[in-house]
């Protein structure tokens, strides 16, 4: 650990417009070289700064002083329905908010969470023909919007689930226009796209208003999130206003859908290109499950399956940059950072330093098994201190399902002649890219 971090200027900055080319160009490339110039690196973004953390102690020190750093600055930092998520809203909101939501995400309701995932992704997967050709990021969007919402509302009926996936595709679309392009006033312009991402955004406020108030009535406890969010109070017996409901509602479903979804198609394509690897987990899918859907029991005898799953999140974090502001003058790493600066955190460099992962760049499951407790700062696909994310157990346990019900009886084979690239958007999702279903013998 340095007693002294070393800071530094990014080179390559143009007149008027800084280093902003650079980032819109080739953003991750980018951003993977900073650790080259110092552990914290001074950028231009236009007429303003912004610093980016790139040692992993200094990310960890920064990111646990949380009267430090507020949200804000560029990226993905606010409420992606035009609300305030956990992860978005300010400070001296999030910490009430946040132990008002903990309760909900409390590892003793996770088995009925799973369970209500499953089922949706056995039916779901149910559909499919042998010889369809899939879009992958769309159809894993489509399963994990059909199991968090279901997660979310278990008493809702399913013949709805269409219009909320279709709802839930339009405002992540829309929101990852506003982040890639943040035009001040441009959401306000009365385009085709803003038209239909405030009809998508009002029908999502009218469904979780009339399961509220459903919830309300009855009182009843369905065991889904929903339930969770309504019987929160905090130290004075206060709950979450209605509208704090249909913003964490909201949240839950933009985020858990698109960065699980992100992850999923991401495991396909570094399967595919890894077939000892592939072969390793039909292995253990067809000793395990004989071709059944994958249940919460069964995971403690799927280790290979949650390896996979956190290599592909190491390689490709969801959220591959987070933005922070800093609230008061501050020292930080020996260089002194102004009140209302920018601070930016990105897992995916930190998960490609190559003195801290061995061949960062390679596709290695088996590097978690002398690495399950990676140190702090050093993996962070869901986020590092008060603000990591709290649906990070309900994610991956959706991945590790999801791949070891589908591996188990599918075979995804991606359409060959076509390099998978990471889109831009809010998450790192990959570009759309096509797989063939087939049947796999076991």
Excluded: K
């Excluded at 040692?55 to 409420?79: I, Q």
């Excluded at 004989?290 to 490709?316: F, H, I, K, N, Q």
């Excluded at 897992?347 to 190559?354: K, S």
């Amino acid at each position: 650990m340095p007693t002294q971090y070393t800071s530094a200027t990014a080179p390559g900055a143009l007149p008027l417009l800084g280093h902003t080319p650079a980032l819109l160009r080739r953003p991750l490339a980018f951003v993977a070289g900073l650790p080259a110039h110092g552990d914290l690196v001074r950028l231009r973004l236009g007429p303003r700064d912004a610093y980016v953390a790139c040692h992993p102690e200094l990310v960890r020190r920064l990111l646990a002083e949380d009267h430090l750093l507020d949200r804000g600055g560029p990226g993905p930092g606010a409420g992606p329905a035009g609300g305030a998520g956990p992860a978005g809203c300010p400070a001296a909101a999030h910490r009430r908010r946040r132990r008002l939501l903990q309760p909900a995400f409390h590892h003793d309701r996770l088995p009925g969470y799973a369970a209500l995932m499953a089922e949706e992704i056995a039916g779901t997967t149910a559909r499919w023909r042998v010889g369809d050709v899939v879009d992958v990021p769309a159809a894993m969007h489509r399963l994990t919007t059909a199991a968090t919402a279901r997660c979310l509302f278990a008493a809702h009926d399913r013949a709805g689930s269409p219009a909320v996936h279709d709802s839930v595709d339009v405002v992540t679309r829309g929101t990852g226009r506003r982040v890639t392009l943040p035009l001040p006033g441009a959401d306000r312009l009365p385009t085709p796209g803003n038209r239909r991402l405030r009809r998508a955004r009002r029908d999502l406020s009218e469904l979780t208003g009339r399961l509220v108030a459903g919830h309300r009535a009855t009182g009843a406890d369905h065991h889904d999130l929903l339930s969770g969010l309504l019987d929160a109070r905090d130290e004075d017996g206060r709950g979450l206003t209605d509208a704090e409901v249909h913003d964490q509602v909201a949240t839950f479903l933009l985020t858990g859908t698109e960065t699980t979804a992100a992850t999923l198609a991401w495991a396909w394509s570094l399967l595919a290109r890894h077939p000892a690897v592939r072969e390793r987990l039909h292995t253990e899918l067809d000793t395990v499950l004989d071709g059944r859907p994958a249940r919460y029991e069964d995971l403690p005898a799927l280790p290979l399956t949650a390896r996979v799953v956190s290599e592909t999140l190491r390689l490709y974090p969801p959220v591959w940059i987070l933005s922070r502001t800093v609230t008061t003058d501050a020292d930080l790493g020996g260089l002194h950072v102004p009140a209302g600066a920018t601070v930016l955190f990105s897992p995916y460099l930190l998960h490609r330093r190559a003195d801290l992962f061995r061949r960062p760049d390679r596709f290695d499951p088996d590097r978690w098994l002398t690495t399950a407790r990676p140190s702090p700062g050093t993996y962070a696909p869901f986020g590092l201190g008060a603000r990591r994310c709290l649906g990070d157990a309900f994610g991956t346990t959706e991945a590790v399902l999801a791949i070891a019900t589908i591996a188990a009886r599918w075979s995804v084979t991606p359409t060959p002649g076509r390099t998978v690239r990471p889109g831009r958007g809010p998450s790192l999702s990959p570009r759309p890219y096509t797989a063939t279903l087939a049947r796999r013998a076991r």
